[in-house]
């Protein structure tokens, strides 16, 4: 069964801090992507990065890192230097059964950055 | 303007009343979806759409109906509202190439069942 698993449910810091949000994935695909999103408290889902099972490269978008690792099933997400506006809910997800197009969403880890 | 566009933003119905929740997008993108979102449970797909034409089940179907009027237009609706279909409802659409595409959501709309 495909699966994905945020174990964090809530992380605080304070500003400046770096901070790594844990997602672990299953799936029995050769072929997946993984998503993260990011829900503000204005409540939209905001896409953040998209990468595919055969790219295991890591990413880095201004303050914003991804760790993908298929050896332990991981695609975790680092905020360097955290802000306030970086506080938000954050759901990483995984793509489902080819030709289905359905989305997998972890539980979400919220994060809350302190001034 | 937003591309993915949810109607009405926010909603408070009484158990046993239909509901329409509308979704249009200017993406041009062919698929369409459904999800609802309850704390603590993250997002679960209610339908999907793939054109037109076709329409396929998700994994929390029950009570809920779409139709799609037009490439761009998607509505979900609710034939008698119960309570604990109170959440979070958003759509989203995704371009038809590999089947692997980006899903971009909707603003969301706040159903309250009393």
């Known amino acids: 069964a495909q699966k994905v698993t945020q174990a964090q449910t809530e992380i605080s810091v304070v500003e400046k801090e770096d901070v790594t949000l844990d997602c672990v994935y299953e799936?029995?695909?050769?072929?997946?992507?993984l998503f993260w999103y990011k829900q503000p408290p204005s409540g939209e889902l905001v896409f953040l990065i998209r990468?595919?099972?055969?790219?295991?490269q890591n990413e880095i978008s201004g303050r914003y890192s991804w760790n993908f690792q298929k050896s332990t099933s991981s695609f975790n997400f680092t905020i360097t230097a955290s802000q306030v506006v970086d506080s938000a809910v954050y759901f990483c997800?995984?793509?489902?059964?080819?030709?289905?197009?359905?989305?997998?969403f972890g539980t979400g880890t919220r994060l809350q950055v302190f001034p | 303007d937003a591309d993915v566009t949810q109607t009405p933003r926010n909603r408070i119905t009484k158990t046993g009343k239909r509901i329409m929740l509308e979704c249009s997008q200017t993406?041009?993108?062919?698929?369409m979806y459904w999800y609802r979102q309850d704390p603590g449970l993250g997002l679960r797909l209610i339908y999907y759409?793939?054109?037109?034409?076709?329409?396929n089940k998700g994994e929390i179907s029950d009570g809920y109906s779409v139709s799609r009027q037009a490439q761009a237009k998607f509505s979900l609706s609710l034939e008698s509202a119960i309570p604990n279909q109170t959440a979070l409802y958003f759509c989203?659409?995704?371009?038809?190439?590999?089947?692997?595409?980006?899903?971009?959501f909707g603003p969301g709309t706040r159903l309250l069942v009393l």
């Open positions: 759409s793939f054109d037109v034409k076709d329409i």
């Open positions: 799936t029995r695909d050769t072929t997946y992507y």
């Open positions: 989203a659409t995704s371009a038809a190439s590999t089947g692997k595409e980006t899903q971009y």
């Open positions: 993406k041009g993108h062919d698929r």
């Open positions: 990468r595919n099972s055969f790219d295991e």
């Open positions: 997800a995984l793509s489902g059964p080819l030709n289905t197009d359905k989305l997998i």
